[in-house]
């Protein structure tokens, strides 16, 4: 299983803004997939993730402000489950 999270793009950032899922769960996702997009306060950014197999729940709805370093979905190894 892999975290998917929001990095901490800059000293002080906090939260950012969850724009867009462009997977759902379920999907079949492969390493470099952008998943999500998300708002800064200074840029937009996608979100990928870095190894293939299954997304999972997403944590945050869209508009969601979401703290730097949270997990917002994980990827699912091959017989995972939440």
Not at 10 to 18: S, T
Not at 38 to 46: A, N
């Amino acid at each position: 299983m892999e975290e998917v999270f929001v990095p901490a793009v800059g000293m002080a950032m906090d939260n950012v803004v969850l724009l867009e899922w462009l997977k759902n769960p379920g999907d079949q996702v492969n390493a470099g997939d952008v998943i999500a997009i998300i708002e800064t306060d200074k840029t937009t950014m996608d979100l990928t993730c870095e190894t293939s197999g299954t997304l999972g729940a997403h944590r945050y709805a869209i508009n969601s402000e979401v703290p730097a370093g949270q997990t917002i979905a994980v990827v699912l190894a091959p017989g995972e489950s939440e």
